[in-house]
């Protein structure tokens, strides 16, 4: 008896096996035609003269940062012998007649506050790197955005003016927000 109730057991799971395979038909390939225009069409977007003014002031600013690559860290410097972050920055700013604070937490007072997302080139990223200062003590200038990657060029303590990613572990810990003045 044990022995029929096997074969039929496996007699079932063969045949339920087989009808699961359906047999399957394609019909045939479907083609559509687009019609092409022949007006000749720009992909890029139309940037207006304003925003192209702003662009090239950001570049301006940024290109005078980038001179200061490799000075050494000075707690207050605003020269080529040393500087600071906030140094950094108003330095930037002042070379293309842009008044702006001294110091970091005075400039993340100003400008527009705006969503990492939004970032572009020329905006301001604020942090706070002190574990028991309450307010913003670190500044960068964005010089670069490629997707959610971040650069900016500021003054550290240890390496002088550089330019880091906001994806690092650090700065993206201490991030407190964006700014742009532009």
Known sequence: M??????????????????????????KTRTVTVEGSSEETNLTPKISKKEEK??????????????????????GGTTRKGMDCSGLVF????ENEISFPRVSYQMAE????????????????????????????HVGLVVDVQGDDIKFIHSTTSRGVIVSSLREGFWNYSFVKATRIL
Do not use: H, P, W
């Open 110 to 137: 100003k400008g527009k506050r705006i969503k990492v997302a939004d970032v572009r080139k020329g905006d301001l990223l604020f942090f706070k790197t002190s574990k028991r200062g309450k307010r913003i003590n």
């Open 54 to 75: 702003k662009n090239l002031k950001a570049g301006e600013i940024i290109a005078t940062a980038m001179t200061f690559s490799g000075t050494r860290y000075q707690f």
């Open 2 to 27: 044990l022995r029929k109730m096997m074969c039929l057991l496996v007699t079932l799971c063969l045949i339920g096996c087989g009808t699961s395979k359906r047999k399957r038909t394609y019909s």
């Open 91 to 94: 330095v930037s700013l002042k």
